[in-house]
């Protein structure tokens, strides 16, 4: 049995003094998708801040390849693309801005990229607009191909549909899909149906099951 | 380019598509210190006297006043996730922001007061010994500030709090500054306190980066 890329062993968080999730364990291989699911403050959003290292474990660990990641963090964010319930986007800043930034921050080129994000998520027309002129939706996708942009092996998404319509939710999942393709990971926070094939993990009062 | 420089530019070109920001920071300087001759009277000697100490407060309040969004804002809208989660020492970061902060205040500050200080009659070797300290003093408020303002971060009342916060941690440069003025008027050399002025910005360019990373991860989590 291959092992799986991410595993996460006993991860327990506390907010405010009470529980939010206890002991949890699971394990995500190449070119997998997990959806957290749950109902509003079940934790999915703090086990996401958790992955990235956001916010410290009351208890556990995450492995990437069988390494905890707390040995070498700055590594580890390398492999990380975020998409919080805020798009991290400057409103002053256009949209090719924002993404060339962004790109930059993480360390590296966007070059021809750029437009095959773009282009992914239908931006290409709103290329030149600054982003505090769009709509919530055009803003989210503005973000997911941030997250495109990234080729990060491990996507972290909070409600990645949320604002979004029909054909920019789909656009979405074609972009995910061929991210889980070529073997990246995700996990993403949701209320609505990913429509896409992949595991889930409901989150609820103190969860402690694995999925 | 670098994450460092990434951020420099990014900070500076979002000062360039809003300018009003770093205008009412730089009018306040003028407004305030301006007051100062108008309520005391054209009395030279007094003006020349109290010169350094006027228009060095001005500064530091000028400062503050823009210090309270050099975080919030990445705060607000989720950028400080993106600066957080980026594979380079935050600490970096902070010293990007930081020194952002002070291309867009300090230096112009700087470069205002010894306009400013024609109007309270000092001599022209006051005058740049005036933009002198301004120069090497202000990046200590810029470090100083950036710390309150990562502490502060989500606080209710923050700008309030920022200048509590900062403003005891700034009478050391103050004292200097001001007091490099009176000690040419006196006919000694600056040089010492300039020296001072040096050794505390180093202090603070040393100590308050890791200060604002860790008050910046306590703040996203």
Redesign the interface.
């Known amino acids: 049995m291959v092992p799986p890329l991410l595993e996460v062993t006993g991860l327990s968080c506390r907010r405010g003094g009470r529980p939010v999730f206890d002991r949890l364990s699971f394990g995500l291989g190449a070119g997998e998708l997990l959806a957290l699911t749950g109902r509003n403050g079940s934790g999915k959003t703090s086990l996401l801040r958790a992955l990235a290292g956001l916010t410290p474990p009351e208890a556990g660990t995450v492995s990437w390849r069988g390494v905890d990641v707390a040995e070498d963090p700055e590594t580890w964010r390398g492999r990380l693309a975020w998409l919080g319930h805020l798009e991290g986007l400057k409103g002053d800043l256009t949209v090719i801005e924002n993404l060339g930034v962004a790109e930059r921050l993480r360390g590296g080129e966007a070059g021809d990229r750029l437009d095959s994000a773009l282009v992914a998520l239908d931006l290409t027309g709103l290329a030149a607009r600054e982003v505090r002129t769009l709509s919530a939706g055009q803003r989210r996708r503005t973000a997911l191909a941030r997250v495109v942009l990234s080729q990060a092996p491990l996507w972290l998404l909070d409600e990645p549909l949320n604002a979004l319509d029909a054909p920019a939710q789909a656009a979405f999942r074609t972009a995910l899909q061929a991210h889980l393709a070529a073997g990246g990971l995700a996990i993403a926070a949701t209320h609505a149906e990913l429509g896409i094939e992949g595991r889930s993990l409901e989150l609820g009062p103190t969860r402690s099951s694995t999925s | 380019?670098s994450?460092f420089t990434?951020?420099l530019m990014?900070d500076l070109?979002?000062v360039l598509?809003?300018p009003g920001d770093v205008g009412v920071v730089l009018a306040f300087f003028v407004v305030a210190t301006v007051l100062f001759p108008l309520g005391i009277g054209p009395e030279t000697n007094v003006l020349a006297r109290i010169a350094a100490g006027v228009l060095w407060c001005a500064a530091l309040f000028a400062a503050l006043l823009s210090l309270e969004r050099l975080f919030a804002a990445d705060y607000?809208?989720?950028?400080l996730?993106?600066?957080?989660?980026?594979?380079?020492?935050l600490e970096l970061a902070a010293l990007a922001k930081c020194l952002a902060h002070w291309i867009v205040t300090g230096l112009p500050l700087s470069l205002l007061a010894p306009v400013l200080g024609v109007a309270f009659g000092l001599d022209g070797q006051s005058l740049l010994a005036l933009g002198a300290t301004l120069l090497v003093g202000t990046p200590t408020l810029s470090l100083i500030g950036g710390l309150a303002a990562a502490l502060t971060l989500g606080a209710r009342k923050s700008g309030a709090l920022l200048a509590l916060l900062a403003l005891p941690l700034c009478v050391p440069t103050l004292i200097f500054g001001a007091g490099a003025i009176e000690t040419l008027a006196a006919g000694d050399g600056i040089v010492t306190h300039v020296a001072i002025l040096a050794a505390l910005a180093l202090v603070a360019l040393a100590t308050t980066p890791w200060a604002i990373a860790a008050a910046l991860r306590q703040a996203?989590?």
């Open positions: 380019m994450g990434t951020l990014r070109r979002l598509r809003r607000e809208d989720g950028t996730d993106l600066l957080l989660l980026a594979p380079w020492p996203g989590e």
